[in-house]
């Protein structure tokens, strides 16, 4: 029997890092795109985006500058298209709403929980910013709760979900959360094949170790059976090992520099493209193969990237 297919994921900026942590971070409409791009190029079937002011790099909400770059990619790429639902920890539910539901994407991510999401320790390692809004925004996550409560989980789903045809990359920073998402497939609300995306190594979430990794998989097979594909996250310096123990369990994986800025120890990713290829290089010698973009729409059951509204 064949080993299924694994899907990357390459989440290209995301909303954690700043400026001053790396200056290969895509902040433009044009470098968000074209690294986009070479990640697809690379072997990643899924582009999880999102947004920045390329003023100063600082998260942004605008659907304008999301129509910059999601064209360009769509031109140039089939890989399906992700857009964030969970902007930033200082967007509101509907400034995080407002890009997706004007583009109705493939995929949408959506964070199975509200959750406090901190990356504030970062802060006391950075002697100068790049920009004066850096320093306060990571070290305003000591007190800042992501909010997502059973009400706006079902508000997204509904609006953007039933709404949009959009499907969803659930989120799942703890346990608790794949409870949450069991509420929602009880509640006829969340339909298979579910995509659960498993995070590990953020502040506030579970933690990095190997045997979390086993236990939130485990949790899942109790919960969901086969009706769900399993997809692994983890942050900073614990990425490519979790990973490459998640792919020999089965799982999808997923890069990017919103995840981890680094490509090895003490070594800064000179982009997202290097760590799609070093994940690659990893399935290559686990004996597994990557699924096309395609492939990928028919394991999730995706409407298409010509029901998109971009």
């Known amino acids: 029997m064949a080993k299924p297919k694994v899907i990357i994921t390459c989440a290209v900026t995301g909303a954690i890092h700043t400026p001053t942590m790396s200056p290969h971070l895509p902040l433009t409409p044009e470098s968000i795109a074209r690294q986009a791009i070479d990640a697809a190029k690379a072997g990643a079937a899924i582009l999880h985006l999102h947004a920045r002011d390329p003023n100063d790099g600082r998260p942004s909400a605008d659907p304008e500058a999301f129509a910059k770059f999601l064209g360009p990619i769509k031109e140039a790429t089939d890989a399906v298209i992700n857009i964030t639902s969970g902007g930033s920890t200082k967007m509101t539910l509907e400034e995080r709403m407002t890009p997706p539901l004007r583009f109705k994407p493939e995929m949408a991510s959506l964070n199975m929980g509200s959750m406090n999401f901190s990356i504030h320790p970062v802060a006391n390692k950075i002697k100068s910013w790049k920009y004066p809004w850096e320093k306060a925004y990571v070290e305003g996550t000591e007190d800042i709760i992501f909010r997502n409560t059973f009400r706006d989980i079902r508000h997204i789903l509904r609006e953007l979900g039933e709404g949009c045809g959009t499907r969803f990359e659930f989120e799942c920073y703890d346990v608790g959360h794949l409870y949450n998402l069991a509420h929602f ?71 990017g520099l919103e995840d981890s800025l680094y490509l090895g120890r003490g070594e800064l990713a000179p982009d997202n493209a290097s760590q799609v290829r070093k994940i690659r290089r990893i399935l290559d010698e686990l004996g597994l193969e990557v699924a096309t973009p395609d492939e990928a729409r028919e394991m999730l059951k995706l409407k298409g990237s010509r029901e998109v509204g971009f």
């Open 185 to 255: 497939v009880d509640a006829g609300l969340v339909k298979p094949p579910f995509f659960v995306q498993t995070i590990f190594g953020i502040l506030g979430g579970i933690g990095p170790d190997p045997q979390c990794v086993t236990f939130m998989r485990d949790t899942a097979n109790r919960l969901f059976g086969n009706d769900y594909q399993w997809s692994v996250l983890a942050a900073g310096r614990h990425q490519m090992p979790l990973l490459t123990q998640a792919a020999v369990m089965g799982a999808n994986v997923r890069v």
